[in-house]
């Protein structure tokens, strides 16, 4: 019952590298999100994917990219790593639901998050 | 453009006692659907609480109850009987259904409310 699984857990980067952090569900999920987690900012999308082969930004887009080669895993890519991108990473998916009178998404199903540190 | 504001940044609250963590929210949309995520210190998001907009009712679950003022766009979130595992921050967020398919169900997340129970 793994649910939404993120690795790695904590890394530490110099400035300019590059990394991925992939997550994977098992609820067979369509939607899946990166978001990320700064203090006194809340949540803030990144990148979101309706399917298997597609991806859209979301509202802090830059210096990230995304892909969904497999129904079950997001990637997300930092090319270049800049210390302004320190900070919890956080994948979710969820599902349709339809509730009779509007289709609805269900509630974001999280993982435990991935710490980031860039100096 | 859809917003979610929770104004208290900080509350605390006696043990046994209930309270209320604010949430405001701006959208245009007329169906839409608000949640209450727990955070507590390990990290995790945990989902608490769903509204829909079309729903007449207020929802409940267990302790926690969400009173929903639609005119005045406000989806408080009120712990009854609090206990010192409440002790976390709680995030209001936004979904809304969209007329475009690829919207998804991606969700708008307000700033947080720390919350601190005391014995």
């Known amino acids: 019952n793994a649910g939404v699984t993120q690795t790695p857990k904590f890394r530490v980067l110099k400035t300019g590298q590059s990394m991925t952090l992939l997550c994977a569900q098992d609820?067979?999920?369509?939607?899946m999100y990166w978001y990320r987690q700064d203090p006194g900012m809340g949540l803030r999308l990144i990148h979101y994917?309706?399917?298997?082969?597609?991806?859209a930004k979301g509202e802090v887009p830059d210096g990230y990219n995304v892909s969904r080669l497999k129904k079950q895993n997001f990637l997300l890519g930092l090319e270049s790593a800049a210390p302004s991108q320190t900070s919890v990473y956080f994948c979710?998916?969820?599902?349709?639901?339809?509730?009779?009178?509007?289709?609805?998404?269900?509630?974001?199903?999280f993982g435990e998050g991935s710490r980031l540190t860039v100096l | 453009a859809q917003k979610i504001t929770q104004t208290q940044p900080g509350m605390f609250v006696q043990e046994k006692e209930a309270v209320t963590l604010d949430c405001t929210y701006d959208?245009?949309?007329?169906?839409?659907?608000l949640f209450w995520y727990k955070q507590p210190s390990s990290g995790e998001m945990i989902f608490l609480i769903y509204?829909?907009?079309?729903?007449?009712q207020n929802a409940t679950e267990g302790r926690y109850s969400l009173n929903f003022q639609k005119a005045r766009k406000s989806a408080n979130l009120v712990i009854s009987a609090s206990q010192l595992g409440d002790s976390a921050m709680y995030f209001c967020?936004?979904?809304?259904?969209?007329?475009?398919?690829?919207?998804?169900?991606?969700?708008?997340f307000g700033q947080g409310t720390e919350l601190s129970v005391k014995p």
């Open positions: 979710a998916s969820s599902y349709e639901r339809t509730t009779g009178r509007v289709t609805n998404t269900g509630e974001l199903f």
């Open positions: 609820m067979n999920h369509e939607y």
């Open positions: 994917s309706v399917g298997e082969g597609t991806t």
């Open positions: 959208t245009s949309d007329q169906s839409y659907g």
């Open positions: 509204q829909g907009s079309y729903d007449e």
């Open positions: 967020a936004m979904r809304e259904a969209g007329l475009i398919y690829n919207q998804g169900g991606k969700l708008i």
